[in-house]
């Protein structure tokens, strides 16, 4: 049995408890959590606004696909240099935010659920913390300045760095997302749903 102080194991009883993995942004959080938490800095601390065309110039450019989404989210979000009290803004903002967690989420929450999101670790954690989720993969972004270590968690990588973290034989019994960005996870777990509001289908390969 694989053992890491991640993974809610039942040590010593001859087997391992089934994991379910969830996206986060729009599967069960109501929205763009990271996306939102802009918008309530820039209302609060006007002053990043002054990046606005820089931001706007790495925005084209992404869409023109001149850089790629990892150069893109780092580079967006430098704002994060210029947030003095950035911690106490992140506390704060979910302390409003918890409310977009989704109800049927929290009907169906288990001790031992993994979130695997493209949203930054650091800003995750607190909200993971505040609903009682303790297993987190997710963008390891520096928060002071935005840079991204290692891969974007999307795609691919997100079944790469779950791996890195549970180990290589730990398997999901269900994953749920918005995206079919994350089919790669849809094929990875054992069954697979797509999440479209409240509304939730099966996922089947085709």
Known sequence: MTK???????IGKGFEKN????????TIYDGNCFVDFYFYCLLRRPYIAL??????????LYLLRVINKKIFKQTFHHYLFFLFDRDKLIVKFWQSHIKKIKPWYLKQQQPDDVVISASPEFFLRVACDMIGIKNLVATKMDPRTGKIYGDNCCGNSKVEMFRQVFGANTKLDSFYTDSKIDIPMLLFAEKG??????????????
């Open 4 to 10: 890491n102080r991640f993974v809610g194991t039942l």
């Open 51 to 60: 990046l606005l065309p820089f931001q706007l110039i790495v925005c084209v």
């Open 193 to 206: 749903y797509f999440v479209r509001g409240d509304v939730i289908t099966e996922y089947r390969y085709q």
């Open 19 to 26: 994991m379910t993995g969830y996206d986060f942004d729009k």
